[in-house]
């Protein structure tokens, strides 16, 4: 079955560094999306990116899609220490539909 | 207001008993789910109902059991708990089912521990 698998697990860096994260995908999909869980908390929407787009911005944040290579990274910039968190990508068939979530990249920024 | 509200927070019980997680969206959407997040923080699609009809019932077993009164509400029953059932319980929902709306807005999880 398709799943999104993220790399690296664990990453941390210091406050005001970039942070990538990648995600890799075994089947066609639809859309990519990328949520945010902090600890103790459910996951956050963070973007959506269709499988006919290539790149995709959302404040610090930037995705890019490579469907050749199936694979996705997410970039963050300028990092805070509120960043913290384990970031999943989540990928979906090409209906949209039957979600599978990667594992997660746990993102410790340190001030 | 909360978008998607899930009760309890935290649930404590024996191995056996019977028990119920109980969830509700206020976004209007179409599409809930239930998702289990293991001690691995790994987050997998147990269920996804879309306008009260069952359409996803991933490899879980029969002593779970949803319930959707109505588009608003997705339940949980689970029956004679194990061990291996203690992890984190997420309720979601969608505003409908594939096509580009389906992100998912999560609540805020249940935190099931079975002794």
């Known amino acids: 079955s398709q799943q999104g698998e993220e790399d690296p697990q664990a990453l941390s860096i210091q406050e005001g560094e970039n942070a990538t994260m990648n995600c890799s995908y075994k089947?066609?999909?639809?859309?990519l999306q990328w949520y945010r869980q902090n600890s103790g908390r459910g996951l956050v929407h963070l973007i959506l990116i269709r499988s006919n787009e290539r790149e995709k911005h959302s404040g610090r944040l930037r995705v890019t899609l490579d469907t050749s290579k199936k694979s996705s990274s997410l970039l963050i910039t300028a990092s805070r220490a509120a960043d913290t968190a384990s970031y999943f990508c989540a990928t979906d068939d090409n209906y949209g539909q039957n979600f599978v979530f990667g594992p997660g990249t746990r993102l410790s920024v340190l001030p | 207001d909360t978008a998607v509200s899930q009760t309890p927070k935290y649930l404590v019980t024996q191995m056996g008993n019977d028990k119920s997680i109980k969830c509700e969206q206020n976004l209007g959407h179409d599409t809930m789910y239930w998702y289990k997040q293991d001690s691995k923080k790994f987050l997998k699609i147990m269920f996804s109902y879309n306008n009260k009809e069952l359409i996803i019932n991933e490899t879980v077993p029969n002593r779970f059991s949803p319930k959707s009164p109505d588009k608003a509400h997705l339940n949980l029953h689970i029956n004679s708990l194990e061990l291996g059932d203690s992890a984190v319980y997420f309720c979601?929902?969608?505003?409908?089912?594939?096509?580009?709306?389906?992100?998912?807005?999560f609540g805020p999880g249940t935190r099931l521990t079975v002794l």
């Open positions: 979601a929902s969608s505003r409908s089912w594939g096509g580009t709306h389906n992100e998912q807005f």
């Open positions: 089947t066609s999909i639809n859309n």
